[in-house]
C-alpha cells in the first residue's frame, strides 16, 4: 500500500489519543497503517518531526482558525476568545497540551500560534516588541495551564492526585489568567 | 548504612543533574546511594512522591526565599525579581522546569510558589482572586518559558532544532513576559 503523508499523521494522531505521548513510536505509528517502519521514515525523518507535524495538525483545527479570524470582534474580546479556543483544541487530544509544548521548544512547528496572536495585538495598535512579549506570555500560560490540567486528570484517573479537581474552579481560574494578560496588553496599547 | 530522607534526595537530585528526567529513577537513585531500591520507599513511597521532594528541594534554594522577602521593596521590582529567580532557580538543574511543572500538575508539591506571588500580589493591595490569577498566570510563564528554554538547549546539544539560540533575545523576551504580568496585575490594585 503506498502511504502519503497524511496518511502518516491521521494515524499518528490515532495513536496518540489512544496511547499518550510517552508510548507514542514510529514503530507503533507503522503498526496502526499496516507498514514496515521504514515506509514512514520518506515522510517524516524522526520522532521530533513527527511531534511537530502532529502539533500543526492539532493546531490546524478549524475552532482555532474561526478564532483568529474574528476581527469584526473587538481585539480583547477576540484575543481572550483565541486562548479560549486554544485551551479546548488541546484538549480534544490526549496530551495535546504536551505535544505542542514540544514542538514549540523544538522550533520545527507551531509557530503559527504566536503569529495569531501578535497579529491581534498589532491591529489593535500594540508596537511588534509588545504584540510579541502578548504572544509569548499567552502561550506559554494557555499551553502551561492545559499541560498541567491534562496531567492531572491523567493522574487522577490512575488514583494519584492528592485532591479533586474542581472544573468550575479551573475553568475561572483559566479565564482569569487570559484577562490578566490581555490587561496587561492593554496597558501597551495606545488610546 | 541507614539512610534518611535527606540523603535520599541529595542523592536524587545527583541522578537528575547527571542524566535528566527520563532516566532518574527509583533504582538509579538506589544504585548511587548504594543501597537496595527496598531502603528507599520507605523514605520515598514512590517516583510521583520523589519529583514532588525534588521539585520542593530545587525551589528551597536561598536566592529564591530571598526574592520572595525583599518587603521594603516595591511591589512590582518584588514580583518581577521573584520570577527572574524563579527561572534562575529552575536553570540550575537539569530538566528543572520539567520536574516541578510535574510537581505542580500532581499537586503533590510546590504550592509555596503560589502563595510566594500572591503574598506579594496581596501586600500590594490586590483582592484574593486577582492575587490568585497572577500567581497561577506568572508560575505558568516562568516554567513554561523556562522548560521550553531547557528542552531547547538539550535539543540544541543534540543538533535537532532548526536555529540557533539568541541569549540576549531569549533574556528580553522573558523580562517583556515579565512584565506584561505584572502591568495586568497593575490595573487590578486600588490607587
Chains 1, 2 share one sequence.
Do not use: C
Request: aromatic share 4%.
Amino acid at each position: 500500500m503506498a502511504i502519503n503523508r497524511q496518511d502518516v499523521l491521521t494515524s499518528a494522531i490515532r495513536v496518540l489519543d489512544e496511547v499518550g505521548l510517552p508510548d507514542l513510536t514510529m514503530r507503533r505509528v507503522a503498526g496502526d497503517l499496516g507498514v514496515a517502519p521504514g515506509a514512514l521514515y520518506w515522510h517524516i525523518p524522526n520522532k521530533q518531526s513527527l511531534l511537530a507535524a502532529i502539533a500543526d495538525t492539532i493546531l490546524a483545527d478549524p475552532a482555532l482558525a474561526a478564532a483568529a479570524s474574528k476581527s469584526r470582534m473587538r481585539w480583547d474580546r477576540q484575543l481572550a476568545g483565541y486562548a479560549h479556543a486554544l485551551r479546548t483544541v488541546l484538549r480534544r487530544h490526549r496530551d495535546g497540551a504536551e505535544v505542542v509544548s514540544a514542538a514549540l521548544a523544538s522550533r520545527l512547528g507551531s509557530g503559527g500560534l504566536h503569529d495569531s496572536i501578535a497579529g491581534i495585538a498589532a491591529g489593535a495598535g500594540a508596537k511588534p516588541t509588545d504584540a510579541h512579549a502578548a504572544a509569548v506570555t499567552m502561550v506559554h500560560f494557555v499551553v502551561g495551564f492545559t499541560f498541567e490540567e491534562q496531567t492531572r486528570e491523567l493522574l487522577d484517573r490512575a488514583g494519584a492526585t492528592a485532591g479533586e479537581t474542581d472544573q468550575l474552579g479551573t475553568d475561572r481560574a483559566f479565564a482569569d489568567g487570559v484577562d490578566l494578560i490581555v490587561d496587561g496588553l492593554r496597558t501597551r496599547i495606545p488610546g
